[in-house]
Each structure stands twice: as C-alpha cells, then as structure tokens.
C-alpha cells in the first residue's frame, strides 16, 4: 500500500468551517448588540440633546461644560417658542403646501414611469435617459430660470411655484417607478386587456395597487423634500402670512451682521414640534418604505 | 372599507382645492411691493431682526403711525440667505419701500441703479424733509460716508452701528495681578495682557486673548494700529468706499509684527481661529479676554455670568485712537412712489424708533447719535460694572471723531477676502515670512482693484 494510502507524512485537506460557526454565538450577539447600540446612540443623542436644550431656561443655554439635565425645567418655551413664529398658521400654511406638493409629484411620477415601462411610444427610450440625465442637473442650476418664469407670469407671493413644479413629474421618481413597473409581469397586463380594461384602467386598478410600496416610499420622501423646502419659499413668498414654517424657524436665527446667539431654548422647542409630521409618517410607513427600497433591483424572470 | 376610502379621497381632494384657491388667491396679509406698487399711505418695511425686535419695532411704529397717519407693514425676513431674497426681490421688481441692508449689499444694488437716491433728503432740499428733524451732522463719524456710492449718491440711511473691543474677565486680571484695561490703554499693553493671562485659567492653558471676530487679525484691523501710531491707512478714503489701491508703510508692518509675535507665542488665537465654543467659555470663567463686537454682550447680559467682567475699546497708539466704522443701513428701491413717507420712516425709526426698540433689548448703537441713548441706557441698565462698561466703551467709540471702515466694499472685495484667507493669513499665523507674502498681498489686490 502506498504512504498516500495509509496516511504517512501527508495531513488530509482542512475543510473551511463557516464563520457563524467558527465564532461562538455569544461573542457575534454581543458585538451585533454593540454596534446597533452604537448606531442608536449616535442616532438619538442628538435628538435627546434637542429636548435638554428645549426645556432649559436662557441662563442655562451656554454651560461649560455642558449638562444634560436641566437645573430647572421650563416647559413653557414648548408654548412661547412656538408663539413667536405664530407656529400654528405656519403649520396649517406647510401642510397645505406640502400634501398637495406630495400628492402631484407622486401622481405624475407614477403616470410618466408606468407610460416609459408600459406603453410602446416613438422615442421612450430618448424620453427614459432624458429623465435619467435630470437626475444629476443639481437643483440650484435651474432656480433663477424658473424664478424668471414664476416672475414673469406675476405669480410672486403665491404659492403656486411651491407646488406647480411637483405636478411635472421628478426625475429620481420616475426613475424608481419605471423600474418598479419593469419587475410587475406582463401577463397581468395581458389579461387585464383581453377582459377590456384600457391602459390607464390598469394602471389605476391593477398597478397602484400593486405597487403599493413605490408609492408610499415616493410620498415619504416628496413629503420630506417639501416640509424641509427653505429656498424656495424665501424666493417666491413676501408675505408673512403665507410663510411655511421653515421660514418661521429661520427667523430665530439672528441678526445678519452680528453674530447674536439665537434662542436656542425657544428654537429647540420649535424644531422638535416641526420635525414630529415627518417622523410620524415616517413610523407609520416605514414597512413599505423598506419594501419599496429593497424591491428595486428585481426583475421579471 | 370603501366608505374610509371614499372619505379620505374627499378629504384629500378638498385639501388640494384648498391648496389651489389660497396658492393662486391674494388673501392673507397683504402682498409686498410698495416700491414697485404700494404707495399712499402705507409703507412696507422689512427688517432681519428677531422675534423679539419685531415686536418692539411694531410698538413704536404704532406710536409713529398715531403721529402721522401713515401705516407701516413691518415684514420679518430670515437672515439665512437674506441676500438671496433681495436679489430674488429685484429680479421681480417687488422691493418693500424700505429694508434692511448691510453695506456690501448697498454698495452692490446702488451702483446698479437699483437703489433710491437720499441726498436731496439727507440734506433737507427735498421738499418736506427738514420737518422730519433728521440732520447729517448728528451722524457719526464716516457713517454717512459708508452709503455713498462712487458718484457720491446716497444710497442709504446708516442705522445700526458696531463697535469693536475686548471683553475681559476682571476676576481674572485680579488674580494675575493685571491692571484692569482703560478707556485709552494701548496696542502694547493689549498684548502684554493678553501674555500675561495666557494659561491663566489652569483647568484650560490656553491664550490670554480669543478672536471670535476676524477683524483684529485681518489686514484691515492692522490698518487701525498704523493709524494710530502716526502711519497711513491701508487704503483710502477712511470709509473704503471706492479705494482705488491699497498701501503699507512701516508703521502697518510693525502692526503686523506685533501681532504675528503675539500669535507665535500663542497669547492670542490667530487669524483661522473659529471661535465656536469662545462665548460659552468667557461665561463660565475659562478665558481672560476675548475679541469682538459689542453684540456679544447681551450674550453675556442673558446668560448673568458670577464673574465680574467689562468691554475695553480698540487700543490707542501714541497719536490717535481711531474708532471702526461699520454700521447695516436702510435701503429703498429706485422707483419708489412713496420718497416722503418712506423718509419719515426711516427718520423715525433712527431718531426714536431704536431708542425705544434698544433699551428693552439692546443689540446694537445707531449710526444716528441722537438715536443711541436708548441703546446705552439699555445697557447700563443690565447693572453692575459690566453695563457701565459696555455703555462707556461704546459710548466712546461712537462719538469718536477719528473712524475707519472696517471692511472692503467693492466688487473685488470677495477675491481680496480669498487672497487674505491663501496669503495674509499664513504669514501673520507665522507660517510664511511676513514682508513677502503681505506685498504679494498687496500686489494681488491691487490687480484684483484695477481690474474690477
């Protein structure tokens, strides 16, 4: 029999063991817990430092160093913060302004993708890079063409240049849209044809159902993009009544030339109330928004 | 289920048609644009002030308004991006009959043309405008100047005014045995301070002295110690309104010596100091003197600090102690309908207006002497021998006759406040030689002068 054989001055071949079972349980559960709580930590400190902050009084604002806790808790800056910037039309002005911004940008982004993924026009493709392109066009490039539009057709101080723009579609939607269309198999579409339903019938009774996810994940985000939007009304609106509240919060800010520290309490204490519409839908839809993310990349087999 | 939806498309739908009427109707406050269309006896006024200035503005306008008949629309506008929505304002033809503008601002639009003319007003010719009481000599020294365009034109009325000057702990000089700063201490003696409390604090070993206001540093806060000791100025005229080249002698270099030793030894924080956490550390103890404007006092006033601490002026030399320069202004567009009413304003706002708004918060002097008293006595009244400080030092440099401007005003002065961040700024921090690198500043912003 040969050395080989028989096992002599020759080690057999190693097999890999899997890392999960290389690495007790133990050690890998501590170091995932370690590092979420890492995250979390460096998530939430921020926020939590807003609300010591809110509920201090104006002496306790710049301590070295600084504490978390307040020495005494004023919770009226919840109230007279917020009433500096008349919080309340503000408000009812940003959600006006912010549905309706969401609710065009959604309703026309999901009209053009379904039209690039579905419908066979001259020059789709042309129409899918062009938007494609639009992607990368920054938007501080097209604000004084479109101020000079919105200004020569006397719509100062009103605000339809806060929500026209949205109607016309938003290129990074359209995109995510159309590749969302492009992974719903055809044959749906198919048979919904032969029982005579018409192209936009389909879209609206088969497809947005369908694509539930996309849609919800293009509201959080239009909606995120318009609560937060702070050029735009600076441009176009002179009235204070009109304002939306990122205007209302920028005016805590300070004088121009001097460098006067704000209110902070009061400016806390009106943020945290600013920030609640957004993370509140954000909590709501955050399933669909991580559906929508992660669907993306599939496609029709 | 379908009812809920039925319901929630309703609601949806309503609020779009909401949305429609009041984004395309005129309700609400009324729209802006009294320069271009308002008129009569309404003014449109639009301020950066706080919250709390707002409302002090509207009381003493409501007072102004009683007085007169004429009703004015105080508009608040953020200071983020201020100069945007002025641009934004011309493009449209919509500028308020009267805003708030800093210099830069004014020295930009008026040499566009697009800025009302004062003179005849400011000089009581206009017809009407000796009633208002506003007079030119009761401005201080080189404000007027300020707003001039290069033809001469006014195209603003000076109103709030800075100064400049240290803040100092006393507790701490005490302790170092330090003479507290007076009213006409000097250059050198700024230094020595600052050297001697340098690692004052021993929880901190840091700089006697922190810029928290890049002025003292800069080419034009050495401009200030050359004037002082006999020298010329960097540049002329005193306003740095249409400076045709800028200039440095000896006495300007020893200035930068001075201050560049200052910096290598780490007395005091050189020209890229940021200043982030300066405020909060002068409250609670931790520096001996810092830099700056006397805008940062109400900080100090608000947050009621234990120790005792006071505002010294910039320092003298051994011929003259000049005061800056700097103040923000009123600016009017150059079709305006309304001049008189508007000029009412303005002369009201400086004359009593700030006097009212500054005593119960007090940010700032104004340009206009008479209208200070409000500002100054809001301040002593913050108590103790801070406030008596502060007004004091203010005081002083608003009533002094010798200023200088504080800051380049012309269409290069953004690529001269690069060449000084790339050139002046290393070699005053002493990382490049000093006599080189300040004439190769000078030579490029006098290319940058000749070619504007």
């Known amino acids: 029999m040969s050395a080989v054989a028989l096992g002599h001055g020759i080690r057999p071949a190693r097999r890999r063991v899997p890392l999960a079972h290389r690495v007790p349980v133990t050690v890998s559960r501590i170091s995932w817990y370690a590092l979420c709580t890492l995250l979390a930590v460096t998530m939430l400190v921020p926020l939590l430092w807003m609300v010591s902050i809110a509920l201090k009084s104006n002496d306790n604002i710049l301590q070295l160093p600084p504490k978390f806790f307040p020495t005494s808790y004023v919770w009226s800056n919840f109230v007279n913060g917020p009433a500096q910037i008349h919080f309340p039309r503000l408000f009812v002005n940003t959600v006006i302004i912010t549905v309706v911004s969401t609710a065009g940008a959604v309703t026309s982004s999901m009209l053009a993708g379904y039209a690039l993924s579905r419908l066979e026009f001259k020059g789709r493709k042309v129409f899918f890079y062009l938007f494609t392109f639009a992607i990368f066009v920054p938007s501080i490039v097209t604000i004084i063409p479109i101020e000079r539009l919105f200004f020569g057709m006397g719509l100062i101080n009103t605000w339809i240049p806060l929500i026209l723009p949205s109607f016309f579609g938003n290129p990074l939607f359209i995109f995510l849209a159309r590749q969302f269309f492009i992974s719903v198999p055809h044959s749906i579409d198919e048979s919904a044809m032969m029982d005579g339903a018409s192209s936009f019938r389909i879209f609206r009774s088969l497809m947005v159902p369908l694509t539930k996810p996309l849609w919800i994940t293009m509201a959080i985000l239009a909606f995120q993009m318009s609560w937060n939007d702070y050029l735009s009304p600076l441009i176009y609106l002179n009235s204070p009544g009109r304002y939306t509240l990122s205007l209302g919060m920028a005016t805590f800010m300070g004088t121009l030339t001097s460098g006067t520290t704000p209110q902070y309490n009061y400016y806390m204490a009106s943020n945290l109330l600013y920030m609640i519409p957004p993370l509140l839908l954000f909590f709501f839809a955050q399933r669909y928004f991580m559906m929508g993310l992660g669907s993306l990349g599939l496609t029709n087999k | 289920m379908r009812r809920i939806k039925g319901v929630v498309a309703g609601a949806a739908g309503a609020l779009m048609a909401l949305g429609g009427l009041t984004a395309c109707g005129s309700g609400g406050s009324s729209a802006v644009g009294g320069g271009a269309s308002g008129g009569g006896n309404t003014v449109t006024l639009v301020s950066w002030g706080t919250n709390e200035q707002i409302n002090l503005f509207k009381t003493t306008l409501s007072q102004f308004t009683q007085k ?60 009407g405008a000796s009633s208002t009481g506003l007079a030119a000599s009761k401005f201080s020294a080189g404000s007027l100047d300020l707003y001039r365009g290069a033809n001469g034109a006014l195209y603003g009325v000076p109103n709030e005014s800075n100064t400049y000057g240290v803040f100092y702990n006393a507790d701490l000089f005490k302790k170092a045995h330090v003479p507290l700063p007076t009213a006409h201490w000097t250059w050198p003696q700024m230094i020595a301070d600052a050297k001697a409390l340098t690692g004052a604090v021993s929880a901190h070993k840091g700089p006697g002295m922190q810029t928290v206001w ?22 002329e005229p005193s306003s740095l309104v249409g400076v045709k080249k800028v200039q440095v002698g000896p006495k300007f270099m020893q200035g930068a010596a001075l201050l560049r030793n200052a910096i290598k030894h780490g007395w005091i924080t050189g020209p890229t100091f940021t200043g982030n956490t300066t405020e909060a550390e002068f409250i609670n103890g931790q520096v001996p003197m810092v830099f700056g404007g006397q805008w940062i006092a109400s900080d100090f006033f608000n947050a009621k ?77 913050q108590g103790g021998a801070a406030g008596a400080s502060v007004e004091a030092t203010v005081r002083q440099e608003i009533n002094d006759k010798d200023a200088l401007g504080t800051m380049f005003l012309g269409s290069w002065a953004t690529k001269a406040g690069n060449t000084t961040t790339g050139v002046w700024n290393p070699a005053l921090a002493g990382n490049k030689p000093l006599a080189p690198y300040v004439s190769k500043w000078v030579k490029a912003v006098n290319s940058f002068i000749t070619g504007s």
């Open chain 2, 305 to 381: 600090p234990k120790m005792h601490w006071g505002y010294a002026p910039l320092p003298a030399g051994t011929t003259a102690q000049y005061a800056p320069a700097e103040s923000n202004g009123f600016c009017s567009p150059s079709n305006l309908k309304n001049p008189l009413a508007t000029w009412k304003v303005i002369s009201w706002m400086d004359a009593h207006g700030f006097n009212y708004a500054y005593r119960r918060d007090p940010i700032a002097p104004i340009a206009y002497l008479p209208g200070s008293s409000g500002y100054l006595a809001g301040v002593k009244a």
């Open chain 2, 214 to 235: 890049s002025l003292l540093e800069s080419p034009n806060g050495v401009s200030f110690y050359s004037v002082d000791n006999g020298g010329k100025p960097l540049a």
């Open chain 2, 68 to 127: 007169t008949g004429i009703h004015v629309n105080i508009i608040q506008q953020p200071s983020n991006e201020y100069v945007q929505k002025v641009d934004a304002e011309v493009l449209s033809k919509t500028l308020p009959d009267v805003f708030w503008c800093q210099n830069s601002l004014e020295q930009e639009l008026g040499s566009q043309g697009h800025l009302y003319n004062w003179s005849s007003y400011m000089s009581g010719k206009a017809k």
